[in-house]
Structure formats: C-alpha cells, structure tokens
Nanobody, 119 residues
C-alpha cells in the first residue's frame, strides 16, 4: 500500500535547525515531484517547498527561502527538508506530499510531523 511517513519533527528554539524526513513506499517514487506543506493552527495549508523527480529543480515559499532546503534520494525513496534559522512562525504540522500532476489522480499525503519553535 502507498505510504508516506514523516519523521524528525519536535521542539526547537528560535534560530535552531531541524531536518525532516519522508519515507515513501508502495509507488514509483522516482518519477514524481515531491513537496512539503505545512499548516499552522487556524491557518491555511501552505506549500513550503517542492523538488522535481530528478532533483533538477526546486522551489520554495518566499517565507522560507534561504533557510530551508528540500532534497531527495531516489535510491532510498526518501525526501528531506532541512530547516535552519527557525522562527516562531515556522511552527506547524509539516506534511510530505507526492504531486501526481493531474486533477484525476489524488495526491499522496503523510500524516504529518509537528514542528514547534519556541523559547
């Protein structure tokens, strides 16, 4: 069965770093764009970063540019989000997402991992 399992979340102080991991299984990971989303309480889901199937292109929300880095390892079916210089505003549940590129094909989602940035 299709699975996306996030890990690496937790509590961190402002200015700190955290690396999130997403383990994928049950589908052909290497042909799909991978994305990280986040959702803070009372706010809309936000696209944080995306990376192409071959890691050739990546994009970031303006709010995280220069601080976050998305990467992937197709041999391991893993996607990552390295987060640095964390701010209070980064507090959210972070979700791994597989973008399938069609309105007729539902995206795959993990259950999320909580990131809390607090003093």
């Amino acid at each position: 069965q299709v699975q996306l399992v996030e890990s690496g979340g937790g509590w961190v102080q402002p200015g700190g770093s955290l690396r999130l991991s997403c383990a994928a299984s049950g589908f052909t990971f290497s042909i799909y764009t991978m994305r990280w989303y986040r959702q803070a309480p009372g706010k809309e889901r936000e696209l944080v970063a995306g990376i192409s199937s071959d890691s050739g292109r990546s994009n970031y929300a303006d709010s995280v540019k220069g601080r976050f880095t998305i990467s992937r390892d197709n041999a391991k079916n893993m996607a990552y989000l390295q987060m640095s210089s964390l701010k209070l505003e980064d507090t959210a549940v972070y979700y791994c997402n597989t973008y399938r590129g069609s309105t007729s094909l539902p995206d795959y989602w993990g259950h999320g991992t909580q990131v809390t940035v607090s003093s």
